[in-house]
């Protein structure tokens, strides 16, 4: 129970919750409405997953299966049409489920584009979180964010903007700027997408360090399945609405399950 | 847990039932989401990140936004529409032998009215809708799901510095708007005076003796203790309702770009529609002041 970073159980999500937490309805609304039971209107039905501290988890799977879907309603963004979630063991009711209240759990997400402030310049898209929960002096907070960029290897583009970097360094600095937050728990969205192979190659042993330097609890969600062979970390799959018991690498590979056979083919013939 | 959450509603007592059946209905409401909204960026001043030198800075940056480039159209349109106001009230008044009114006359148009509404227009127009489209694209981009995973309230970090931003502005713009009416409204009357005597339109036409002790002294009569407190109250509420109807529409988009134009056009409209109705309502105060002083002369 303690050493837990996530537990949820039995979640549902309708089509119709899809769209999130909008910031200009206050959140009760969507608590007084009626509840939507038909399985067929369901994106995600009946999903349990539990998260050790520390542990990395990949939820992988063919587009247009809800793993982003998922991966909003961990950090609150979106609220499940059913069911609980536990953060570190300590429960949050429904009505009080929100990005604002879950990110005080110290949970970070890095979104697919990196979603940077795009009129702030990189320094201080990083320092923004910092300054406004008030993290240290000036000094500490200056050398916070050095620290993230040193981490992530965009020191050298401090002072741009996110529209002159690329989409590889937009993403570095997006997870730069969550793990100045210190987070206990992330969620990374995607983190390979749109990268090439050396990017991408330079971007794994950055969340390797992360995991092992600062005891990071990261959950990824992509459709690169080898990240989860060089991270050495479970996987599991978002199929037909569930999603199944985290397993190794090598275990999907050779079972012979509809999920082994669908998308492990190409690996399994290339070798 | 949503099934216990009925459950409890199910065991109100029948007035706290009503009462929760009134809040319902209120906040389903567009209106009673945005007097929310309002609500949530006025106690989120009070917030436990509050910091005076970042809220500051963003306030004034909000301020500039808001009223420095809306400024050269605003004189513009300040000084032509006082002196269409000094030029009807002078001509018409005389006409029906109400020459003692025109100072009352151009106070009640310019500084009592229409100043305020034709700023909190332009304003809306300017600024409500460049505010929208700019926190819409934050929506659709993520940006504002990103603030809100980082644990920035979106409410305290957009919506509260423009809301205040743009009822500073609004109120510094309408003082601006009424003294430019008034004073570069004179200077134009004037000189499309001589220029109508010296280019032979009308030789009368420098007959009239519009002298700025005149038209000073008028106004000075005219005006009273309730036109300040107005002058100061109408514009925060103007602003008060632009910038929030803006935040509103903006935080309202649903992750789709074609939404954006959609929302801009309906922030403006909404604007003059809430701008004229709050306007109604604050005019009824004269009204009432005309009764009571009726009722004293009867």
């Given at each position: ?118 009129n702030l ?10 300054r ?140 | ?44 001043i009070?917030?436990?990140?509050r910091s005076l030198k970042t809220d500051s800075r963003n306030i004034i940056m909000q301020t500039f936004f808001t009223g420095v480039e809306v400024f ?51 304003i809306?127009?300017?600024s409500?809708?460049?505010l929208?489209?700019y ?21 305290r970090f957009l919506v509260m510095p423009s809301l205040i931003g743009g009822c500073i502005a609004m109120l510094i713009m ?65 602003g008060?309702?632009?910038t ?55």
């Open positions: 129970m303690f050493d837990e970073a996530l537990r949820m159980e039995d979640i549902h999500l309708a089509y119709r919750d899809l769209v999130g937490a909008m910031f200009s309805k206050p959140r009760m609304l969507g608590y007084f409405r009626g509840v939507e039971m038909d399985p067929q209107k369901e994106l995600i039905s009946n999903v349990n997953l539990s998260v050790k501290r520390g542990e990395t988890i990949c939820i992988g799977g063919p587009s247009g299966q809800g793993k982003s879907a998922l991966l909003r309603i961990i950090a609150g963004l979106t609220r499940p049409t059913r069911g609980n979630i536990y953060y570190f063991g300590e429960f949050i009711p429904p009505e009080k489920l929100t990005a604002l209240e879950v990110a005080k759990r110290q949970v970070g997400m890095v979104f697919q584009n990196g979603a940077l402030i795009s310049r990189v320094r201080d898209n990083i320092g923004l979180p910092l406004y929960h008030k993290m240290g002096s000036p000094a500490e907070i200056d050398e916070k964010i050095n620290m993230a960029m040193d981490l992530m290897r965009v020191r050298d583009e401090a002072d741009m903007f996110p529209h002159m970097l690329s989409v590889g360094m937009q993403k570095r600095v997006a997870i730069a700027r969550s793990w100045a937050m210190d987070p206990k728990l992330l969620l990374m969205d995607e983190p390979t997408a749109g990268l090439d192979n050396y990017n991408r190659r330079n971007l794994l042993p950055l969340i390797d360090n992360m995991r092992t330097l600062f005891k990071t609890t990261i959950i990824i969600v992509t459709h690169d399945l080898m990240i989860s062979k060089e991270l050495d970390c479970n996987i599991c799959f978002l199929h037909r609405k569930t999603l199944t018991d985290p397993k190794p690498f090598e275990y999907w590979l050779n079972t012979d399950s509809e999920i082994s056979r669908e998308l492990f083919r190409d690996l399994r013939n290339s070798g | 847990m949503r099934v216990t959450a009925r459950r409890n509603w199910q065991k109100f007592t029948l007035p706290a039932k009503a009462f929760h059946l009134l809040g319902l209905f209120l906040l389903r409401r567009t209106f009673g989401q945005q007097i929310a909204l309002f609500c949530r960026a006025i106690a989120s009070f917030s436990r990140n050269p159209v605003l004189f513009v349109v300040a000084t032509l529409f006082g002196a269409i106001t000094i030029i009807e009230a002078m001509s018409m008044m005389g006409r029906m032998g109400f020459s003692d009114f025109v100072g009352s006359m151009i106070v009640i148009v310019t500084i009592r009215d229409l100043g305020p509404i034709l700023t909190a227009f332009l809306a127009g300017r409500g809708s460049s929208t489209t926190i819409g694209s934050m929506v659709i981009n993520y940006e504002v799901d990103a603030l809100a995973t980082m644990g920035v309230n979106p409410i309408n003082i601006f708007f009424s003294a430019s009416a008034i004073c570069a409204g004179f200077l134009v009357t004037k000189s499309a005076i001589y220029l109508a005597g010296i280019t032979g339109v009308s030789a009368d036409m420098t007959n009239i003796q519009l002298t700025w002790s005149y038209l000073s002294t008028e106004i000075l009569n005219a005006i009273d203790l309730s036109d300040f407190i107005f002058i100061i109250v109408k514009p925060l509420v103007f008060a309702i632009i929030t109807n803006a935040c509103y529409q903006a935080l309202n988009i649903q992750r789709d770009v074609r939404q954006v134009p959609k929302a801009v056009s309906r922030s403006v409209i909404k604007s003059f529609l809430y701008v004229v109705v709050a306007d109604m309502v604050i005019s009824t105060f004269y009204f009432v002041d005309y009764m009571k002083n009726l009722k004293q002369l009867i």
